[in-house]
């Protein structure tokens, strides 16, 4: 008897420092992973459908739409297809992010993007991305593979 009331005091206390842990200093600002886009949506809630096409077409590469606006505080779910014959990605960042990252890109062309903010698929493949538009602004959406974002694969989002 005496024992279980000692384990449950021990479990009691072990749930009170975790508690403290969690609102410590560390934990402020980075909540929900916000960045200065915005942050990764919740699928269970309501989002607004935005489909978006990749491809290639004479020597070019594109998004369909190439612009899209988006009210403050809306949640967006992106439904990306891949219409073209090769690998295309949709980085969601921004505009500077996106610039950095594909220098990146051209000395690591095989890096894979399994981010929130970002889906790569294959020819004729599918995927979403939902992501809440927390911050007004203008923000980019690229195709980061080597040499797609310079012959045409980009668009702005813009958040009013
Ligand atoms: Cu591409």
């Known amino acids: 008897m005496t ?6 005091l021990a479990s009691l206390a072990l749930a009170l420092s975790a508690g403290a842990a969690l609102a410590g200093p560390g934990a402020a600002g980075h909540h929900d992973g916000e960045v200065a886009y915005g942050k990764p949506g ?3 809630k309501p989002a607004r459908l935005v489909q978006v096409s990749m491809g ?7 998004f369909i739409p ?13 439904q990306l297809r891949n219409n073209g014959e090769m690998d295309h990605e949709l980085v969601l960042a921004t505009l500077e992010e996106n610039l950095k990252h594909a220098i990146e ?9 399994d981010d929130p903010n970002a889906k790569r698929l294959a020819p004729k493949k599918t995927g979403e991305i939902v992501w809440a538009f927390t911050k007004a602004g203008q923000f980019d959406f690229s195709c980061l593979i080597p040499g797609h974002r310079e012959a045409g694969m980009t668009g702005t989002i813009i958040v009013k």
Not at 3 to 8: E, G, H, P, T
Not at 69 to 75: N, P, Y
């Open 3 to 8: 024992k279980l009331v000692s384990l449950k």
């Open 42 to 44: 919740d699928p269970k």
């Open 56 to 62: 290639e077409k004479d020597g070019k590469m594109h």
């Open 66 to 78: 190439n612009r899209i606006e988006i009210r403050r505080g809306e949640q967006v779910k992106f």
């Open 105 to 113: 890109m051209q000395k690591n062309p095989d890096m894979e993007h």
